[in-house]
């Protein structure tokens, strides 16, 4: 059985500082993993994803996971926090093939000015 | 290239009712799948169609159900409606078997049910 646990249901940081979501999951294969982010009133928009081709992840905006199987974890990154980024993140765990994707809780990121 | 459209944006309807949900995925897609998202929750799996055939389901009842057609849009019908079918009901498309298979999400239909 697959899950994904989001460690925080919101997040608040300054515009310029460091953005860290974190996300533990669970599988009994090896999981596709992915994170998406859904704003106001928008679909949901693939941020990034881990396929075991590479532990660390680049996505789009300047994001960026780090897949630990050790941890089982695959936390989201920015270096620098942008007022853009204010939005519903979600942690997401797929099997092979895709057939069935399950969402963690999702984490609010609020970012101050 | 238009990505996954569904319709209509919102609903109202009142218990006891039924609705249909509509689906067009993104081109070049086949595969369809259907989530409901409660407000400050994320989206949880109904199921997911591939070459019109339900292929995977999650844990809801027999009064949702949904179909996909030869041109690869889908319907998700719900029956009975129930206070709690009041959600975002968001449907996603992908590419079966591809090497860099990813879901690209609609903007979602808003069903109320009063």
């Known amino acids: 059985a697959q899950s994904v646990t989001q460690l925080d249901s919101h997040v608040s940081v300054s515009e310029g500082t460091p953005v860290l979501l974190r996300c533990n999951y669970s599988s009994s294969y090896s999981p596709s993993l992915f994170w998406y982010v859904q704003h106001p009133n928008k679909g949901l928009q693939l941020l990034l994803k881990y396929t075991s081709a590479a532990t660390l992840v680049k996505g789009i905006n300047g994001f960026e996971a780090e897949f630990k199987k050790s941890e089982t974890s695959f936390h989201l990154t920015k270096p620098s926090a942008h007022m853009s980024d204010a939005a519903e993140y979600f942690c997401v765990v797929s099997d092979t093939g895709g057939f069935k994707t399950i969402f963690g809780a999702g984490t609010r990121l609020f970012v101050k000015a | 290239d238009a990505g996954v459209t569904q319709s209509p944006t919102h609903l109202i309807k009142t218990r006891g009712q039924q609705v249909t949900l509509r689906c067009s995925p993104k081109s070049g897609h086949d595969t369809v799948s259907w989530y409901q998202q409660a407000l400050g929750q994320g989206p949880q799996f109904i199921f997911q169609?591939?070459?019109?055939?339900?292929?995977q389901r999650g844990n809801f009842p027999d009064r949702f159900s949904g179909h996909q057609f030869p041109n690869y849009s889908s319907e998700l019908n719900v029956n009975a409606l129930l206070l709690g079918d009041s959600a975002l009901y968001l449907c996603?498309?992908?590419?079966?078997?591809?090497?860099?298979?990813?879901?690209?999400f609609g903007s979602g239909t808003q069903l109320s049910v009063l």
């Open positions: 996603a498309s992908s590419i079966k078997y591809a090497t860099n298979e990813k879901l690209f």
């Open positions: 169609y591939y070459e019109e055939e339900e292929r």
